[in-house]
């Protein structure tokens, strides 16, 4: 089955038949307008999440998950923006009483057939936000039992603009646990601070726009760990981005602390995305500016490092570049932006990334999405 929802991206993931090992594709494709979002499978009518008619309400960053556990069972979540007042500027809206973006969920439990009424599962408050909502699915018999109710785990970046119980103002990674397969929720687990800084081009300053305030997350489909990776600026004092690690063995619970796991860190690393393969190998991919020089273009590359010893260690491969950015289309305010995330999945021994480059030269079509096969063996053992 492949599932098609609407919101500005494309998105390809796939599961595992266990019985039969058999991969399917889920093809998310989100074609947002506004505040409207829908669903529909290949050949099925459209279904209609949620609609707002109001202009100060958006719906937005909506993550489709099919549940490997139960072919019947799907989930969408979105964080739903609702503003004081049309046209306000973002960062008023941000301070503004009337400012709130809460996490909201659906679910079908027989195949896409309906949806379950969409509803909010998280209110942050006033003046606080959450973004970058994505669910993965724990084994079935990651507690023991396999019963068909894999555990769900929401991961996603939690933002207080005034609160700070606990120093949590500002952005948090966070997650979300359901044991009922979405019914009901626990209350939001913060696994670490998320250390934002823009990143810019290192020669004139001028700002690149990346995926600084989403964290990605996985699951190793045989134990259970569950992977997060998001943009940091820690591991250099606050000047650069880099690539944060953590991860968890007991099911979202509790969370090692971050590490980097870029393999330059005196460049600016940004957007990751992190996937497992059937083995167990974790793979991430990202940005980064390594053989980029003083001269006009901004040279950058795209990387995938792979951990064969569940984070311990990790080995790199260069999957694309070097391209210029500064041919990347102008997001708002002329900043340069090859997207704020990217795809990845396996298949067999190899990661299979989805990503943009700028097209260098070619104003008329300024970027392209591109695909390739990057094998991940793992390093052989050093000679004695």
Not at 92 to 120: C, D, H, I, Q
Not at 236 to 241: H, K, L, Q
Request: glycine share 8%; with cysteine; proline share 6%.
């Amino acid at each position: 089955m492949i599932w098609v929802t609407q919101v500005a991206a494309l998105t390809v993931r796939e599961t595992v038949d266990a019985p039969n090992k058999l991969l399917r594709f889920w093809q998310m494709i989100f074609l947002s307008t506004l505040n409207i979002l829908s669903i529909f499978t290949i050949c099925k009518p459209l279904i209609t999440l949620i609609e707002d008619t109001s202009a100060t309400v958006l719906n937005d960053k909506v993550a489709l998950t099919a549940d490997p556990t139960n072919a019947n069972f799907a989930y969408a979540v979105w964080h739903r923006l609702e503003f004081p007042k049309e046209r306000a500027s973002a960062a008023a809206a941000e301070s503004a009483l009337g400012f709130r973006g809460p996490t909201y969920f659906a679910r079908t439990t027989n195949g896409g057939v309906s949806w379950e009424k969409a509803r909010m599962i998280y209110d942050p408050g006033q003046v606080n936000q959450t973004i970058g909502n994505q669910i993965v699915v724990l084994p079935d018999t990651f507690d023991g039992k396999a019963d068909g109710n894999g555990t769900l785990v929401n991961a996603f970046n939690l933002i207080y603009n005034y609160k700070n119980t606990g120093k949590v103002r500002g952005h948090n990674v966070a997650v979300m646990r359901s044991t009922d397969k979405g019914k009901t929720w626990s209350s939001p687990t913060i696994v670490s601070k998320l250390g934002q800084v823009q990143v810019t081009d290192p020669d004139t300053g001028q700002l690149v726009r990346t995926g600084d305030i989403n964290p990605d997350v996985a699951v190793d489909r045989s134990s259970g760990a569950l992977y997060l990776v998001w943009q940091d600026a820690r591991f250099s004092g606050g000047a650069r981005a880099g690539i944060a690690f953590s991860k968890s063995t007991d099911g979202g619970r509790t969370w090692s602390a971050p590490v980097q796991i870029n393999k330059v860190s005196s460049v600016s690393a940004f957007t990751p995305t992190v996937h497992v393969a059937d083995d167990g190998t974790i793979g991430v991919t990202y940005y980064d500016f390594r053989k980029n020089t003083t001269t006009q273009p901004l040279d950058t590359d795209y990387w995938l490092v792979h951990s064969h010893d569940g984070g311990a260690t990790w080995s790199e491969n260069h999957i694309a570049g070097s391209f210029d950015m500064k041919w990347a289309p102008d997001s708002p305010g002329k900043v340069f932006f090859v997207g704020d995330y990217e795809g990845l999945t396996a298949v067999e021994d190899s990661f299979i990334p989805f990503f943009v480059q700028a097209n260098s030269g070619n104003a008329a079509n300024p970027s392209d999405v591109y695909s390739t096969r990057v094998p991940a063996a793992p390093e052989p053992p050093a000679e004695p």
